[in-house]
């Protein structure tokens, strides 16, 4: 069993980090099937910045092979800022907690593997008994990097409540991780193929944290810094983010939080474009039935947008998680800088 969030509100931090620390311990020690990187289990024992990253956006996000060379251009942005990258995926049924160069390579390779699995909560379990190999949402994402005791997540796209999902209850699981995660996950808002009003609605229902981390209050939404909606806190700088997850955590509180990065401003006018794209690929999914497909339904969004701007929706998309690694980075380190 995954154990990680057991919490006691009299708990101060340090016992809070070694509780994490010695859950992994315990999972291994009963021969749960993780592996952890030696480079992030150093930086995890000795406290240093980490920041998980997730493989739903390569082996089912991107295609080849902008999904390979976009990962390792993530994991090399983290690097820069000091942070160790912690990439999380499943191969061969294992839990890998910081994927070696060849294991990355080999999930990306989803052409010779069209097998891998898309990775939610509910698929862990079975995806482990059964030895498939799978890219994490952000939501398996979230609790592995629980487990491991990393508290940074940085990705793209968060999912959320789908268009419609007042009737279908199309709601990502992700959500509802965050309530169960003690880590702070950076990401470019949620896509416009996405419902964001209820997104946001839900997330307040659920406690979760929402900052713009930004020069302005709004969301964002993806392709574009503007979403239209209001996020409840503004900050935009790495300190205040990594004292309001120290905060809540010093308290024992045992959810994440949701940080929206805008993607850079150069890309905001490509942004108002794509999204006419965006509502034709929605306008196609509902007609032919994709729409209720479950978890297909935001791959093959994500793939229809890609071919209906000729790939510049790809480029905006590597821009922005580029930069949320970057802000992710950042956070991690002055996360660290607390718990010394
Ligand atoms: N949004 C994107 N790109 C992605 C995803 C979302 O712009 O790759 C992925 C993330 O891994 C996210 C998942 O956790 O899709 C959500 O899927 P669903 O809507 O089926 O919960
Ligand atoms: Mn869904």
């Known amino acids: 069993m995954l154990k990680y969030a057991t919490s006691s509100p009299s708990l101060c931090l340090a016992r809070h980090s070694r509780r994490h620390a010695s859950s992994l311990v315990e999972s291994l020690r009963k021969g749960a099937p993780i592996d952890v990187h030696p480079e992030v289990q150093d930086a995890l024992a000795s406290r240093k910045a980490v920041v998980a990253l997730e493989t739903t956006i390569v082996t089912h996000g991107m295609p080849q092979p902008v999904n390979l060379e976009t990962a390792q251009s993530v994991e090399s942005i983290v690097r820069r800022t000091g942070a160790i990258p912690a990439t999380i995926g499943v191969i061969g049924g294992r839990v890998k907690i910081g994927l070696h160069p060849h294991e990355l390579e080999y999930l990306a ?8 699995v898309k990775l939610s909560r509910r698929d862990i379990g079975p995806a482990l008994a059964l030895s498939r190999d799978g890219g994490t949402t952000c939501s398996a994402t979230l609790i592995f990097a629980a487990l491991a005791g990393i508290r ?5 796209g968060l999912g959320g409540v789908h268009r419609g999902g007042e009737h279908s209850m199309d709601v990502s699981a992700d959500l509802q991780e965050l309530t169960k995660c003690p880590v702070g996950l950076v990401s470019a808002g949620v896509k416009s193929i ?3 009003g209820r997104t946001l609605e839900y997330l307040e229902t659920l406690g979760v944290p929402v900052l713009s981390y930004a020069d302005t209050d709004d969301f964002p939404a993806f392709y574009s810094r503007r979403s239209g909606f209001k996020s409840p806190w503004r900050i935009n700088d790495p300190v205040s983010a990594a004292r309001i997850l120290h905060s809540q955590w010093q308290l024992g509180m045992s959810n994440g939080a949701l940080f929206g990065v805008p ?14 794209s965006v509502e034709q690929a929605l306008r196609e999914a509902d007609d032919n039935g994709m729409s209720k497909r479950g978890k ?5 969004l994500l793939k229809r947008v890609g071919e209906l701007t000729a790939g510049r929706s790809l ?6 998680i580029e930069n949320t690694a970057h802000v992710g980075g950042q956070i991690a380190i002055a996360y660290s800088e607390l718990e010394k």
């Open 109 to 116: 390779d989803v052409k010779n593997n069209p097998g891998v």
């Open 194 to 196: 996405l419902d964001i």
């Open 315 to 320: 480029a905006s998309n590597i821009a922005l």
């Open 296 to 300: 297909e339904a935001t791959p093959w």
């Open 263 to 276: 993607i850079p401003e150069k890309y905001e006018a490509v942004g108002e474009e794509l999204q006419q």
């Open 152 to 156: 940074v997540f940085a990705t793209g």
